[in-house]
């Protein structure tokens, strides 16, 4: 406690010292003093996007810091999202038959207290250089985009929507004509978007969207319900099925991630927010969390109950499996895991204090 006094007041007299030398400098001087970077420190980087056979050159989406690119693996970074009116990224992809192209869908789809809203989707021509605004402003927010390999102009957004109240904007968008046009592909209720959407590796017309029915409140939020589930579509999605009755959980469930992988395009991983831990009609619950199809999503197969993959679910609930090896798979939640044997075990690979 002695030590208070005096810290205090040496605090008092570096800020008097401060205004004396203020009153001493000359304006000139301040007028040179320019802001600069003195990171790595910054908010949380949601979306990821490369291009096919060139590892140097990545774009990165910020929660709330827009968009950056390097073409030097990492050791240099370029802000390209600056002068635009919103800086919130949930999704980012790269045309592969033109890697010039990039479609940015905005605001973020990692549900916590403290996130921003966007207002639709972005394409920029010239490899991030300059920006248009092609639509959807009332998405609210974006959980990812997807472009046929094959075509840069047929690109299919998955919509979450602002979720605070029931809204007509949320589930699959697809334009054909590279976003001068948008149609509601897959829209389940005004209270269900899109957590996730993948397609066929080999087939374009073949897609598969995690629903997510979701409610925000200020002091809560209301995660599952009958609204969530998988959809399939054969036909580059026109018609959407809902997958029931092949071995995925039965009653409410909540937030869906999705993998699929060029090297075993027929397996199709699910993570699964099925609130397992949380007791129901005072019994634990123990449904599991990560599901797997080897036939292109006819019949699926529980793989493995641990908890921890989707911990924290409306927040993480991310997966992604490796392009070269189908039993690799990779799990984003309060922790980092990995699997090597198709999901059916798995390492956590702790990132550090903070997982963001």
């Known amino acids: 406690m002695k030590k208070l006094p005096f810290l ?3 605090i008092l007299l570096f800020i008097l010292n401060l205004s004396s030398t203020a009153q001493t400098l000359d304006s000139g001087y301040i007028d040179q003093l320019k802001f600069r970077h003195i990171g ?5 980087l949601i979306s990821v996007a490369g291009i ?3 590892v140097l050159t990545y774009y990165v989406g910020a929660a709330a810091g827009g968009i950056w690119k390097t073409v030097d693996g990492g050791l240099t970074w370029k802000p390209l999202f600056d002068k635009q009116p919103v800086h919130s990224i949930g999704a980012l992809a790269v045309a592969a038959s033109d890697p010039e192209i990039i479609y940015a869908g905005t605001g973020e789809a990692f549900i916590r207290s403290n996130i921003s809203i966007g207002n639709g989707v972005w394409k920029s ?7 248009s605004h092609i639509g959807l402003e009332n998405t609210g927010r ?7 390999p094959n075509n840069p102009d047929i690109v299919y957004v998955a919509a979450l929507g602002h979720a605070y109240t029931p809204q007509k904007e949320r589930g699959i968008f697809k334009s054909m004509d590279g976003g001068k046009t948008w149609n509601h592909v897959l829209k389940v209720d005004e209270n269900t978007g899109a957590s996730d959407l993948v397609m066929d590796p080999y087939n374009p017309r073949i897609l598969f969207a995690g629903m997510w029915q979701l409610e925000i409140r200020p002091w809560t939020r209301t995660s599952g319900g009958p609204g969530s589930g998988i959809y399939r579509s054969l036909d580059a999605g026109e018609t959407w099925e809902k997958m029931e009755k092949n071995g995925l959980p039965k009653g409410d469930i909540g937030k869906i991630a999705l993998a699929m992988t060029p090297a075993q395009p027929q397996r199709i991983y699910a993570l699964i927010e099925t609130g397992d831990g949380i007791p129901l009609h005072g019994k634990p619950t123990n449904t599991g969390e990560l599901w797997r199809s080897d036939d292109r999503g006819k019949t699926f197969t529980l793989v493995n109950s641990n908890r921890d993959l ?3 679910g409306a927040y993480y609930t991310r997966c992604a499996a490796s392009p070269d090896n189908p039993n690799e798979i990779y799990f984003i939640a309060a922790s980092y895991f990995t699997s090597i044997d198709g999901g059916q075990t798995t390492t956590g690979n702790p990132p550090g204090s903070d997982p963001n």
Not at 125 to 131: A, K, S, Y
């Open 8 to 10: 205090l007041s040496y």
């Open 40 to 44: 790595p420190v910054g908010n949380r």
């Open 52 to 54: 096919p056979g060139d």
């Open 125 to 131: 021509t010239d490899g991030g250089d300059h920006w």
């Open 142 to 148: 974006i959980s990812r985009v997807v472009v046929d």
């Open 310 to 312: 989707t911990g924290r």
